[in-house]
């Protein structure tokens, strides 16, 4: 068996499974005794339940390969609730789904630049409580993520619609030539949103608080009680359950949020995206991925001035998409379809929009106790983090951010 040698970021989050694991993977990509170098990527709270690293390999004849590695904790202490169903999911969309929509692709004839682009998977461990995957990286493709704090550009959205378009259009053409394909996809993918744990539900509670907290106008006030009247799950799942029998709904990404998606500029000009994190997908009405990309991703100012032609775009991504497999958007998916989803998406996308909104502004060091409390298990009725009004810029930050939302669900009549 090929031997190698760990240098770098090697913890206690990862396991001797995980790594004679990674061996076998290396063994198998014809790499035989060399070292195998592990770095942490990103920032430490980028990932909630993964350990995010990058592993570069230099084998003895000096051929190299660079790979990104979520490694699953091992230790009891630090899994949250679901981690086990976040990498079930994330291993069945690469080994199974997407692959699945790669070959709808290729019967298609559809030309590679029009093709979903998601990063190759070189292996999938999925035992508990070892799980990991082993996926390309595409920074080596000149793909880099963006500063979550910042919101998206008009050109940045669109892109990422577009993904989103290619995405739903292949559910749609697995629902019309494969159902029960489509139905055995529908019964393995874990509904994390749907099902939290009373960890990941406590924060949610906790989140909501803070954001009432902030509001100081009574108008506004009375629209967040409106449309955050129940939990986030149980609203998510309201929507699931009464669509689940529905036509209309495709696999979504699940997660379309600035951290997971990766931008490729050329000479400054956008040219390509690609969406990298696939844990947390759910069957269910398009406007669930477009509502959390709008709303989690851009400002006020942007969205009031591109909404209804993001909208428009989509859809009409969606049809170029169909297309290609000799099928028609408006007897697929209308657009006036289309926009009464977005109201009856509306509550989740709102609740959602506000953890979001919870992360982008939260400090280093809050953000630190938040993961800490969901890995740890703190079954308090809050998550033990800091007093986010400690730090007058940051409330002033996450208040606007609330405040737009709000605003934007009055003006496109989204309550």
């Not at 770095?39 to 980028?46: A, I, K, Q, R, Y």
């Not at 981690?83 to 199974?96: A, D, G, P, V």
């Not at 993520?145 to 892109?159: A, F, G, H, R, Y």
């Not at 359950?241 to 956008?270: A, C, H, R």
């Amino acid at each position: 068996m090929a031997k190698f040698e760990y240098v770098g970021i090697i913890d206690n989050n990862i396991s001797a499974r995980q790594l004679q694991y990674l061996d076998e993977v290396l063994e198998k990509l014809g790499f035989i005794n060399g070292k195998v170098f592990i770095e942490l990527v990103g920032e430490e709270t980028d990932n909630f339940g993964a350990k995010v690293k990058r592993i570069t390999v230099v084998d003895a004849e000096k051929k190299t390969l660079k790979m990104i590695a979520k490694f699953s904790p091992s230790q009891e202490n630090m899994r949250i609730g679901v981690t086990s169903q976040l990498f079930s999911n994330e291993i069945q969309m690469y080994t199974t789904v997407l692959t699945t929509f790669r070959e709808l692709e290729t019967a298609a004839n559809i030309p590679e630049p029009q093709r979903l682009r998601f990063a190759k998977c070189y292996g999938a461990y999925k035992e508990a409580p070892n799980e990991m995957i082993l996926l390309e990286d595409l920074q080596l493709a000149g793909f880099l993520t963006l500063d979550k704090t910042k919101p998206l550009s008009n050109e940045c959205v669109k892109i990422v619609l577009k993904d989103l378009a290619k995405m739903h259009s292949l559910s749609y053409v697995l629902k019309t030539s494969n159902p029960e394909k489509f139905e055995e996809f529908e019964h393995d993918l874990f509904g994390v949103w749907n099902k939290m744990d009373i960890k990941s539900l406590n924060y949610c509670n906790y989140v909501k608080s803070e954001a009432f907290a902030v509001l100081t106008d009574e108008k506004q006030k009375q629209i967040f009680t409106t449309l955050t009247s129940s939990d986030m799950s149980v609203t998510t799942a309201e929507v699931i359950e009464k669509y689940k029998e529905s036509k209309f709904t495709v696999i979504l990404q699940g997660d379309p949020w600035t951290n997971n998606i990766m931008f490729k500029f050329k000479n400054d000009n956008l040219v390509e995206a690609v969406m990298i994190d696939y844990q947390t997908p759910m069957i269910n009405i398009p406007s669930g991925d477009l509502m959390y990309l709008i709303f989690c991703c851009t400002d006020y100012a942007t969205r009031n001035k591109y909404f209804n032609s993001w909208l428009d775009y989509y859809h009409t991504e969606l049809a170029t998409a169909l297309n290609y497999h000799g099928l028609k958007v408006n007897s697929i998916y209308p657009k006036d379809q289309l926009n009464m989803d977005l109201k009856n998406f509306a509550k989740a996308g709102f609740a959602k929009s506000i953890l979001i909104a919870h992360v982008t502004t939260m400090s280093s060091d809050e953000a630190i106790k938040v993961k800490a409390s969901l890995e740890q298990g703190n079954d308090n009725s809050q998550p033990a983090i800091s007093d986010s009004s400690c730090n007058t810029e940051n409330i002033r930050n996450f208040k606007e951010k609330i405040v737009g939302l709000i605003d934007s669900y009055v003006e496109f009549n989204l309550i």
